[in-house]
């Protein structure tokens, strides 16, 4: 299953080539500025999902999105800094307190992999988001886990495939900087729709 979602990820961003540039760029640019940089990752997803449901969508579409999904883009930021900040945080004093003991390698292993474990639920709780009557981030997230608890191994895979296949397009005269994020987005939005058809 982790290949069908990679080839429909790869054929949706070759479909939406030259929209991906320009959306990228705009993409690109939204983070360098910073605050508009949440909404247009939720719109680089909302773009995404309008792709994988073969509706017409353009760089209007998603400089719409970025206005649309302006608050649920600062609640999902601003929970993330909140978890990802406390689990970073919680790594670090493991040392001073624990010293350089097994029990503290074991402790600082465990924070690392809740921090992966919800780094890989991002992933998925953004395309639910939008197959959601109302765009609400505790839902999404709520669907994510749900999602990662029944397809655990599929989505480690899936998470490993993207990985190589981003650094390959990297040392590829940087083909991940142009498509990366919106090939992600298209990948997370597959996954999603495969396995709601399967339910």
Sequence with gaps: MAFKVLGAAFRDTWQELWTILVIQLLFWLALILVIPGPPAVLALFYYAHRVAHSEMVNERDFLHAIRQYWGP???????????????????????????????????????????????????????????????????????GAVFLKRNLIFAVVLALLLTLSLIAGTLLFMLAFAFGGAFLAFAGTHAVLIDLAQA
């Design 73 to 143: 883009g600062w609640r999902w930021t601003f929970l993330n800094l909140l978890i990802i900040g406390v689990l970073t945080g919680d790594y670090y004093l493991v040392e001073p307190l624990l010293g350089t003991t097994t029990m503290a390698s074991f402790v600082q292993g465990f924070y690392l992999t809740l921090l992966a474990s919800w780094l890989l639920l991002q992933f998925f709780a953004l395309p639910f988001l939008f197959e959601q009557r109302e765009p609400r981030v505790w839902q999404a997230l709520r669907n």
